[in-house]
């Protein structure tokens, strides 16, 4: 299972605090506030970043490319919200853990941009509070998620390239998305959690390289995948139409219908992302073993590996979960029973 395994120290020196002082920041992007996440010059910020990494750490190059991205994505928040103020931060631990596996698809990136957004966010206005105690129990405004989020955007950029921004805003807002590339996301209160198998195939990828991948494929085929992207679209859509009225608390006879719909639109979903190239032999395994039982099952993320989603209606009998569950932990892949539409970013004090 791959993981990050990194553990740095990092002084706060004048070397560092000349790098990423205020004034430098506004010299970089006019008048640079933390709360301006997307007035930032983003690759001219990384510049600065890249160059105080290799000043304090002369190996950073041969590092895994997890651990150099951990390193990069960390200066960048701390130097765009902490350095963008006169407030002085003496020093700091910061501890991430995650049970979710690396380069799988299940946004484990956007999940620790995210969270690292959210916490620097909470230092700042701890730090400019005279009563600290009158943020202890206060949890992220809306509009403090939206800057979350758009700061942990900044931080898939890093780490993917040319993301979507789904993943950063699924993290933050939680429960459902609706979401289109260049707009921003629509939080839909579903109050639905769907059962899943998530299914780890043990296969990583790199999502920079499978997204590449598919570019290549539609500028050679260009009509052909611009047809199959208008069917995804179509899909999700769908989707969310069908999750919207299953969490309308409809009879159980009207339920069942709908869960049938949004298994064929899971299939559909899966079969379209494959003829784009993205499926893997280890998800095309899962998903018969759970057609086999009845089941819907899809690729997750960028798919090339990673994770694999298998719809568990409530109709569906404890036996049959429990026998796909054996069945696929004896070939070696990992299983785990959850929901869909957590609460995302909060606070635990």
Known sequence: MPTVDLQETIPLTPTM????????????????????????????HLRRVDEFLH?????????????????RS?????SGIIGSTNVMVKSMDISIGSELTIGAGTG???????????????????????????????????????LISEWAYNCEKIMHGTPSGIDNAACTFGSMIS????????????????????????????????????????QRNTAAMDHIL????????????????LSNGKCDSDMESDYQHLAELWDMNHWLLGAMGVSHPALETIRAAARARGLACKLTGAGGGGYAMVLIPPSTHRSTVDGLSSHLLEHGFRVTETTLGGAGVSLEM
């Not at 921003?184 to 990828?205: E, F, G, S």
């Open 55 to 71: 000043l304090i750490k002369p190996n950073f190059d041969v590092l895994p490319t997890n651990q150099k991205n951990s390193l």
């Open 230 to 245: 208008e069917a995804c679209d179509h899909l999700a859509n769908t989707a969310m139409q069908v999750l919207v009225k």
């Open 74 to 78: 960390f200066l960048y928040l701390f």
């Open 179 to 218: 979401f289109k590339k260049g707009h921003k996301p629509r939080h839909i209160d579903t109050r639905l959690n769907l059962r899943i198998l998530l299914v780890d195939t043990r296969v990583t990828r790199e999502t920079k390289v499978l997204v590449a991948k598919v570019a290549s494929v539609r």
């Open 108 to 146: 484990s990136s956007a999940s620790f941009a995210v969270c690292l957004a959210g916490a620097l966010i909470q230092l700042l206005k701890l730090k400019s509070s005279h009563s600290y105690d009158a943020y202890y129990d206060e949890d992220f405004s809306m509009t403090e998620k939206e």
């Open 17 to 44: 605090k000349a790098l990423f002082c205020p004034r430098l920041l506004q010299e970089i992007s006019g008048k640079f506030s933390w709360r301006l996440p997307d007035k930032l010059d983003h690759d001219q």
